[in-house]
């Protein structure tokens, strides 16, 4: 599984550079997820980044690429924020439409981060199985190379205790 997660990471990076998104200059807050009333929101506490876009890929057991969902805001959002995958509110608005995958192995790897800024939110990697396994609540992140469950408070906190 830590071979799968490196090469998502390193993918997603060459990705990122290949489409113009370039070097980031400052790597901090967080990135997550939970489910709520049958939905999946995405979470993320920029720190002291900003976030404008939210891109959700990954790799199906196959190794096949895909692209899940794009989001975008014309300016940074600084703050705390989740965001509906299937009805975002402003000031997001859908790049693609989710289409998620459905097996449990699949990998998303969501990342947030500035265009315009040049800033990046640390990026979770989590699959379908643990995201269909959590309780209304809990945010599934990435932290320290391991998947974590913590409250909306823990997630909320910039500490990196």
């Known amino acids: 599984m830590k071979r799968l997660s490196?090469?998502?990471?390193?993918?997603t990076c060459l990705f990122l550079s290949a489409c113009g998104y370039g070097?980031?200059?400052h790597i901090e807050g967080?990135?997550?997820?939970?489910?709520?009333q049958e939905s999946i929101n995405i979470h993320v506490n920029p720190c002291s980044t900003g976030v404008d876009y939210i891109d959700i890929k990954g790799r199906n057991i196959n190794g096949v690429e895909k692209h899940y969902a794009n989001f975008m805001s014309d300016k940074p959002q600084q703050n705390?924020?989740?965001?509906?995958?299937n009805a975002p509110e402003e000031p997001w608005r859908t790049i693609s439409d989710?289409?998620?995958?459905q097996g449990e192995d699949d990998i998303l790897l969501i990342l947030a981060g500035?265009?315009?800024d040049g800033d990046q939110a640390v990026?979770?990697?989590?699959?379908?199985?643990?995201?269909?396994?959590?309780?209304?609540g809990e945010i599934l992140t990435t932290q320290g190379g391991k998947?974590?469950?913590?409250?909306?408070e823990e997630f909320n906190s910039c500490n990196t205790d």
């Open 80 to 85: 705390p924020f989740n965001i509906d995958i």
């Open 30 to 36: 967080k990135t997550g997820v939970s489910v709520s």
């Open 114 to 116: 500035s265009l315009i």
């Open 98 to 101: 989710a289409q998620l995958p």
């Open 6 to 11: 490196s090469i998502a990471v390193l993918s």
């Open 123 to 136: 990026q979770s990697n989590v699959s379908m199985g643990e995201i269909l396994t959590l309780q209304e």
């Open 147 to 152: 998947n974590i469950r913590v409250s909306q």
């Open 23 to 25: 070097t980031f200059s």
